[in-house]
């Protein structure tokens, strides 16, 4: 959206932008929990790229089957299409067949489909355990699954049931977010204020659906009443398939996210960009910050421009906990020697900052030329 919108502003109409999307709709990551906790109705968080037409852009509707950078084509299940240059931005693909018995028995947030189908097993949850795990490295959003955690104690808390409820988060790292010390330092303290236990190092590797238990490496079965997990993510199948799936995520220059491919530019969860003995994190906010980068470097190549935006991985993660409170995460990965991320405590501040970060995208990306109240 970043990329098609901003170059659709700057570019005149001997260009054509076409945008494809298997899915007609976008919406931001964190509505995934206005969803599981049914705060928002899906038609309320959906953008429809339809609407994209007003401003010169292309929608198609249609699954890519084929990448083909030796012909600059892209194959969908009814069509070519050639390109000048090409941004892909498929983000990942989730594999929850990859635990035994987790489809069948457990619930997840991380898909549009699979959170609406939490809610109303939340609602009528009101007592047991519930267990969160994150099945394994690299997955999207890192602080998200201690995010609905503390969102569950909040929910139940208020539904007056939370002390006939035990929360657990199972993790396969030593701490929350490995990258920061300091980061998971405040999330741990959050978890114990709010009497969410965190076991790390542990992966579930199995769901035993007859005894209720979840199986995990180096600890005892371990029961459950409600399951949630964090599927398996993996590239999608039409990046592994194609040159650009070698080493599984897509490898990019960190400046400018181009591939080996001149013309080819990859952004968003679909990369892997090395920060040390970690990467950068999958988040919309860095997506978009890949997008904003990729944006100046075609204005570059194709205007003349001199711009020096460089891709820093930069950008803020709300962490909504408490009502009326939400925490924000500060990060900036690539653009000092050092990643910088800092935890700012929970306020009533940030809520309205969220809500304000949803609005403008969507106003950017759909609405550019719509008036403010104000005007
Ligand atoms: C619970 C949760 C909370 C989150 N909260 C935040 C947050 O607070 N802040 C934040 O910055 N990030 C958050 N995220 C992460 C954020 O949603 C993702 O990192 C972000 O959406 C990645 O953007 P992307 O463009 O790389 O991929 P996506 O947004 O996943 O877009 C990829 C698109 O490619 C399409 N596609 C895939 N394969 C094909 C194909 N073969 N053919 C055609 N189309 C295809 C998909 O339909 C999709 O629309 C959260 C994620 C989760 C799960």
């Known amino acids: 959206m970043e990329v098609a919108t901003s170059l659709r502003a700057r570019l005149d109409d001997n260009f054509e932008i076409t945008l494809i999307d298997k899915k007609d709709f976008f919406f931001v990551g964190f509505a995934k929990f206005d969803l599981m906790f049914g705060r928002r109705a899906p038609g309320d968080v959906k953008s429809y790229y339809s609407d994209l037409k007003k401003q010169g852009i292309n929608f198609v509707q249609d699954t890519i089957v084929q990448i083909d950078p030796h012909h600059n084509s892209v194959k969908t299940t009814r069509d070519t299409f050639k390109y000048d240059y090409l941004v892909i931005g498929l983000g990942v693909e989730l594999h929850p067949e990859a635990i035994p018995g987790f489809t069948e028995g457990g619930y997840s947030f991380y898909s549009f489909e699979e959170a609406q189908r939490l809610h109303p097993v939340i609602e009528k949850f009101n007592s047991g355990t519930i267990l969160i795990s994150i099945f394994n490295k690299p997955y999207q959003c890192p602080p998200a699954p201690y995010e609905a955690a503390l969102q569950l104690h909040d929910y139940f808390e208020k539904k007056g049931t939370r002390a006939d409820i035990a929360i657990k988060v199972l993790a396969p790292g030593p701490i929350p977010i490995p990258i920061s010390k300091e980061t998971s330092a405040s999330i741990m303290k959050l978890l114990a204020k709010h009497d969410i236990e965190f076991l790390p190092k542990h992966k579930v590797t199995e769901l035993d659906l007859i005894k209720k238990q979840a199986l995990i490496d180096g600890l005892a079965p371990m029961d459950y009443d409600l399951f949630m997990g964090v599927p398996i993510h993996r590239p999608p199948k039409v990046i592994l398939d194609s040159v650009f799936g070698k080493e599984g995520w897509i490898k990019v220059d960190r400046h400018n996210l181009r591939t080996e491919f001149e013309n080819v530019y990859a952004i968003g969860d679909v990369t892997r960009i090395p920060v040390g003995d970690f990467a950068v994190p999958k988040t919309g906010a860095f997506a978009e910050d890949a997008g904003r980068a990729v944006v100046a470097d075609l204005?570059?190549?194709?205007?003349?421009?001199?711009?020096?935006?460089?891709?820093?991985?930069?950008?803020?993660?709300?962490?909504?906990?408490?009502?009326?409170?939400?925490?924000?995460?500060?990060?900036?990965?690539?653009?000092?020697?050092?990643?910088?991320?800092?935890?700012?405590?929970?306020?009533?501040?940030?809520?309205?900052?969220?809500?304000?970060?949803?609005?403008?995208?969507?106003?950017?990306?759909?609405?550019?030329?719509?008036?403010?109240?104000?005007?």
Do not use: H
């Open 299 to 375: 204005l570059n190549r194709i205007k003349g421009e001199n711009n020096e935006v460089k891709f820093q991985a930069a950008g803020a993660c709300y962490f909504e906990m408490e009502s009326g409170k939400v925490a924000k995460i500060d990060a900036n990965f690539l653009g000092a020697d050092e990643p910088q991320l800092s935890f700012i405590e929970p306020s009533e501040e940030y809520v309205a900052d969220k809500i304000e970060f949803e609005a403008s995208r969507i106003k950017k990306w759909f609405n550019p030329t719509q008036q403010d109240d104000k005007t």
